[in-house]
């Protein structure tokens, strides 16, 4: 079953999503000295800065050199766009780390993908290579249109939710821009130890009243609930679920 955490406007998502993923990093440290963290872009961002920068008991609790960083979709665009997933990474978490907090990130090859669209195939392949086949943890959002990672849903994009055997492919007409990404695919989640979406705001009520009440599995995020729901976390707000009746999936 899907565990929900669910928080009211008191109470902090961020600093229990924050434990959350402490908890994750010590379980990996104590199997295999490593924590490796797959995140997503958007929002996230926000909640991992008040979980880890400005929440210094839970920053002090953080073993950051042990921590490798990829990404479940990047956009295919230079590392200071200010679409880069990395860009916003940086900018909400690394910029405030000191010298000798140095995690280990992965971003996409920033000079291939200068090179263009012929170089995108590449990029893809790179990176395929470049990550773990178990994560400890992958921090996913929750698009309005019921995407995450770059799975978008409908039918111009079943390849991408369809595909079985390739851990990462290119995502190339995005109905989100940039219109070109990267993106893992279900097997990456489905052998990660753990996946958290995290989903906030009155925005997010229509589509999660469509995936916990209607359970409607075109949608790639309630796809994901009800592929892997053992292993499935969602940290949300009462805002967020004002719709929904019921929690369980
Ligand atoms: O590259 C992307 O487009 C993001 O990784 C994307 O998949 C994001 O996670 C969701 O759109 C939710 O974003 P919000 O949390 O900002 O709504």
Not at 97 to 110: G, Q
Not at 138 to 147: E, F, I, K, S
Request: glycine fraction near 4%; proline fraction near 6%.
């Amino acid at each position: 079953m899907v565990t929900v955490h669910k928080y009211t406007a008191e109470e902090s998502l961020a600093h229990n999503l924050g434990q959350f993923i402490l908890e994750s990093q010590d379980k990996a440290l104590k199997n295999h000295q490593k924590f490796n963290l797959a995140i997503s872009g958007g929002s996230l961002n926000n909640v991992l800065h008040k979980a880890f920068i400005e929440d210094k008991v839970l920053a002090s609790k953080v073993d950051w050199n042990s921590w490798a960083i990829y990404f479940v979709d990047e956009r295919l665009v230079p590392l200071d766009d200010p679409d880069s997933n990395f860009g916003a990474f940086k900018k909400a978490v690394l910029d405030h780390l000191p010298a000798n907090k140095a995690p280990k990130v992965y971003p996409i090859d920033e000079e291939l993908v200068k090179k263009g669209v012929d170089s995108f195939a590449q990029v893809t392949m790179d990176y395929e290579k470049i990550i773990p086949k178990n994560f400890d943890l992958v921090l996913l959002g929750c698009g309005p249109d019921g995407h995450t990672c770059s799975l978008f849903p409908g039918p111009t994009h079943n390849y991408l939710l369809d595909e079985k055997h390739r851990r990462v492919m290119w995502c190339r007409d995005s109905p989100k821009p940039p219109s070109d990404r990267i993106t893992v695919t279900l097997p990456v989640l489905g052998d990660a130890e753990s996946i958290c979406f995290v989903a906030e705001g009155a925005s997010k009520q229509p589509i999660m009243h469509e995936i916990f009440d209607l359970k409607n599995t075109k949608l790639p995020s309630a796809l994901v609930n009800h592929l892997y729901d053992a292993k499935v976390h969602w940290f949300v707000n009462d805002e967020a679920f004002t719709k929904v009746e019921t929690t369980s999936f």
